[in-house]
Structure formats: structure tokens, C-alpha cells
């Protein structure tokens, strides 16, 4: 029998809560001259508490399929419900309020702003979604303290490693408390040991608060850390990882 972690510890299917639900969503890239289909009819469903890696070639659309369940990016057909909202059909500013309070993003090349400090960067999504400053700052250092960098709380980017900078990364999409975490390719520009730090930590934050991390890798480490992969190819889904899922509960 498949052993699978469970999201908040449950033991059946239908115990797990969807916080993300893609029904036949297709995205199109038009260039002027060629259309590109980069999401052919995909459909999917994660879990709360859950963490997924989305895993793929080069051009199969992981990171497009993160950037439109995320709302970052529009589809061209299909719908996508995150916890419950259908995000393409909320006015701009209410769903950008709602990404700022119910989503954290992680990126490979960090996106740390290099003349703020450690601490500024990470309480800067609070300021962003109307926390006061005393709020903010207090939220930003409880969230250092949980990646571990109290002590680099004064320093720039510049002033710290590549693992330090994708912690201070994490902080920042942590500190508004989101119910969802969206990471891609997290540990692209770290080395070996680092990235298995970082996952260390994700995974840790994942188990203690029950936050949801759905992690764009080409790395089959990375994905063997997390609770189940999804695997694309040619902007489609070709295994979703559920049938493990299925598996481990049925007991079959």
C-alpha cells in the first residue's frame, strides 16, 4: 500500500477541503502571427494543507498553470475557484485585496527589493494590505524569527547568501498569513544543500500552520518532498498523483 502524507492530518477523501478548483481551463498565448495553446482543458483540484509540486519539461505550462491559478495571469476558457472565489470575476482591486491577504509568492530570482533591508522587505505586503506600521513590523519580525532571520533583520539582499535572501522571500509571503503559498522554481538558483534547507523549511511551515504550498520544480528531489506531484506535459495534465491518494486511503 502507497503512504501518502495527508493534508491537516486527514484520513479520507472525503475529510480533504479544495481551496483550489481548475475546471478545463485553457490559456492561449497570441503572438500577432501564432496562437500557442500553453493550457489545453486542464482541470485539477488541491487540498488544504496540502503540498503539491507541479512538475514538467521545459514548455509544458507548470508555471503558466501557477500563474493563472494564482490570478496573476487571465485564461481564455475554463474556471477557477480559490477557496471558494471565482477570482477572474472579482473587480481589480477586490482581487488584488484578496491575493494580498489570502496569497504568499515565492520566486526563483528572489525579487527582494535591494535598497530595503531585510525587515522592510518582509513587512512590506502588510503596509501594502492596510496593516498599520507597528502591525506590520511586528508581524514581519515574528516571521523572521520563523525562518530563522532575526539576526539578519538590518541587513540588504546584498548582504546575504542566496539561501538567506529565498528565507527573507519566504517571510515576505508569509507575513499576511495567506492561506496559500505559490512557489516557482524556489530552489532554481540554490545549491544542493541550500535547496534542501529551504524545502526543510517549507515543509515545516507547511506542517505547522497548515498552509498550502503549491511548488512549480523541474527538480524530481523537490518534488519527491512534497505530498503528491502533478505531472504536465504539453500543457496538459498527465498524472495528477490523486490515484496514490486514492490508494493509500482505500487501503487497497
Not at 509540486?53 to 476558457?77: H, Q, R, Y
Not at 505586503?125 to 508581524?139: F, K, N, T, V
Amino acid at each position: 500500500m502507497a503512504t501518502v502524507l495527508h493534508p491537516l492530518g486527514s484520513t479520507s477523501e472525503r475529510e480533504r477541503v479544495p481551496i483550489v478548483e481548475a475546471t478545463g481551463v485553457v490559456k492561449v498565448y497570441d503572438t500577432g502571427r501564432v496562437k500557442v495553446p500553453a493550457l489545453r482543458g486542464v482541470s485539477l483540484t488541491v487540498y488544504r494543507g496540502e503540498m503539491v509540486a507541479v512538475m514538467g519539461p521545459s514548455g509544458s505550462g507548470k508555471t503558466t498553470l501557477l500563474n493563472c491559478l494564482s490570478g496573476l495571469d487571465t485564461i481564455d476558457e475554463g474556471r477557477i475557484l480559490i477557496a471558494g472565489k471565482e477570482l477572474a470575476k472579482l473587480p481589480d482591486d477586490v482581487r488584488s485585496g484578496f491575493r494580498a491577504r489570502h496569497m504568499g509568492f515565492v520566486f526563483q530570482l528572489f525579487n527582494l527589493i535591494p535598497v530595503l533591508t531585510a525587515l522592510e522587505n518582509v513587512e512590506l505586503p502588510a503596509l501594502l494590505a492596510g496593516a498599520r506600521p507597528s502591525e506590520a513590523r511586528r508581524r514581519a519580525m515574528q516571521v523572521l524569527e520563523q525562518v530563522g532571520l532575526v539576526d539578519r533583520a538590518g541587513h540588504k539582499p546584498a548582504e546575504l547568501s542566496g539561501g538567506q535572501q529565498q528565507r527573507v522571500a519566504i517571510a515576505r509571503a508569509l507575513v499576511n498569513q495567506p492561506d496559500i503559498i505559490w512557489a516557482d522554481e524556489p530552489t532554481g538558483n540554490l545549491d544542493t544543500e541550500t535547496a534542501d534547507e529551504v524545502m526543510a523549511l517549507m515543509r515545516r511551515l507547511n506542517q505547522e500552520n497548515g498552509q498550502t504550498f503549491v511548488i512549480v520544480t523541474h527538480d524530481p528531489r523537490i518534488g519527491a518532498m512534497c505530498d503528491r506531484i502533478i505531472h504536465m506535459r504539453d500543457g496538459i495534465i498527465i498524472d495528477d498523483g490523486l490515484v496514490q491518494l486514492q490508494v493509500a486511503d482505500g487501503g487497497e
